[in-house]
């Protein structure tokens, strides 16, 4: 007989360690790592090591290692296996079952590999009555004795459990003999549970009453009980420990337990199809009318209170009309009028595009994110609708002015803005209120937003549109109730939601230019960013490059400024323009710091073709990294179809008798095509000349400005470009000054004594 004292011990261990927290595995070192909480010394981890091992059973009809004992051995030798046989006490069921332990001195994956060399996959259905491994964790776990684990809660598997027993630590003769005790001799335990029914309470019946009625079906018969007659499988085990402390004959209990309550299981099981039928024939019955109304009887007359009766004489009516046949052909006219003007509001928006803005009309990948937005949009106000939601205010309508502002402009925002709140109207009550708050609040949206430049800028525009909503909610509520003191503040409670739901815009523009291939603001501002991973590589590889993008970006930057355009699209251009010179830095002048220059070995053709190349290559590096199309375009055209005059010059005065061919010595363009990628033209330009100037004084500065921008004029390199002379005299004076800023030059002047 085995002593309390001895199952105490079984149970909690036989390793005194304490304070383990984790136990994880490396599958590359076949090391066990124990992460302990001491305390006062904080968190250590210890490694440790254990022999893994399987039990198995007779492997012989499965072909292992072809049956040849031979090849069996070889590969133990190899692998370091040991097998022992395990006792099994003339046990019948153990005579059947897993006879063998197989451990491994080489580690985990050694084991694993010795019965795939087999032919027998561990885990596969050809071994698995056959195999048995549990993860490594375990194995050291039981190997260790660790059974209650001392902080380690994860192990507490039943089945685990039963491994435990299994093992010879433990005599399981005990264990069979508590078995026949208990359910052998006494009717009670697991016979007495399941004769009161073992059942799942279903938490939508429980929600109503926490008792409820329910029929077993058993042969045809029909049963009613209670949920209080019959036990869930919490319950049950509860009744099934108590059986067993009542037996003073059964000697290991608490074992006992652990091994029997995982044979405990439902034997009434809900029939949902059955339940359904029976609800809808119960629904089906229940008249669907209250009272009658007289034809010609009047419900309620205008100015007259909403009482009770009243609002259930006016549904009744509602469904009744929806419901009609007759009266069907007056829902589908109702549908052709709202039809009607939804496409009147629609084609009000195309004529918008195509009137003053083409780029967008022409463009399907930009006119198909406006009409997802504002498909989106209606979408969720039929859905909330439908869903009989408590207050429309949740609907956080200022997304869509948000989203178009910063993926296009304040004037389409506020267009489609006004669209969307007048084809809304339709839908919601109170539709002057409704659309006065949404107008107000999208108006805030869009100009809190104007130039996009921080991130802080989020969160004050959120704010601005809660304030609207609460002053212009605050003056309808002193309109309707003309009183301050009946004003219920709870109703402000929805803006304050809206307003949060509203922040979901700004995942949501990432997804819309991931979908549409459309460059933000704040794609821009990151792109900007010096850190960033292509301008590190730029600066490193070629950091006089580097310097010279960045003084372009100044100067483009304060010149689009000056004439009206995309400051901050002009900035990210300038800082990408050059990349392609990372390729071979060395070539350009602005990286030559030993005082070589490999040109001098080269033929001007040559030379030419390589410096010409760097915008090929700039293309291919800025897609290679996902750079947008929109920048790309300032690599493509920074240099138009011009000559490379130097090479070219210097070929025709060193080979006058030769034919030369233009194109060889052209960059390939295109010219530039907008305002700002002609303003980083006539910048890239201006600055990379002003590096020659010998004496950068003044009158230097302003005479190289005015030959650079007037050469491009008559090269016909800005007639593509929405840029007017008047632009072009201001770009002139933002150049001068800032140039003469960096080269430090002062306006000279006489002194009168």
Known sequence: MISNEEIK????????????VSIEFDYVTDAIYKIKEVPNKGKQIIKDNFIPFAWVGDLKGLNFYQGSKGLQKDAMSRHKIVIDKLETHDNERLENGLTYIVKCLGGYRSLIQFFRDGGIDPWGDKAKDKFLMLPPVEQYLIQKEKRLFKGYEEYNDITRFVFDLETPIIDTKDLVLDAYILFGESKIGLQRVYEQGVARFLPKYKQLEPYYNFIVVNNGVATEKNTLDVHDIEGAKSVLKNAIEEQEVVVQKQAFYQLISQFVSENLVFDERLTDKLEKEAYTNISPTLGMVQKGELIISDGDIINAETFQKLESLRIAFEGDPLLRASRQWLFIGQLILVGLIVALLMIFLYLFRKDIFQDHRKLSLILVVICGMILTLSWAIKLNMPNIYFIPYC??????????????????????????SFWVPNSFEFAFLQIAAGMTAIYSIKKLVRREQFLISALLILSTYIIAYFGILLIKDASFVKIEWTNFIPFAISVLLTLLAYPLIYVFEKLFAITSEITLMELSNTNSTLLRELAFKAPGTFQHSLQVANLAEAAIYKIGGNALLVRAGALYHDIGKMENPQY????????????????????????????????????KNQIPELLIDF???????TRVDYFYQSFLKNFPEKSVDEKIFRYPGPIPFTKETAVLMLADSVEAASRSLKNPNEKAITELVDRIIDYKLVQNQLIDSDITLKDIQLIKQIFKTMLMSIFHVRISYTLEK
């Open 9 to 20: 011990a079984f149970l909690e261990g036989g390793d005194p360690e304490q304070f383990i």
């Open 399 to 424: 997304i869509v002015p948000i989203i178009i502002r910063i993926l296009f402009d304040t004037r389409l925002a506020l267009n489609i803005h006004l669209l969307v709140v007048l084809i809304a």
């Open 588 to 623: 350009f002048i602005e990286n030559q710091n030993s005082g070589i220059n490999p040109h001098d070995k080269l033929t001007y053709d040559k030379s030419a073709q390589i410096i010409i190349q760097h915008v090929y290559r700039g293309v291919d590096i800025a897609r």
């Open 635 to 641: 690599i493509r055209t920074h240099h138009g179809n």
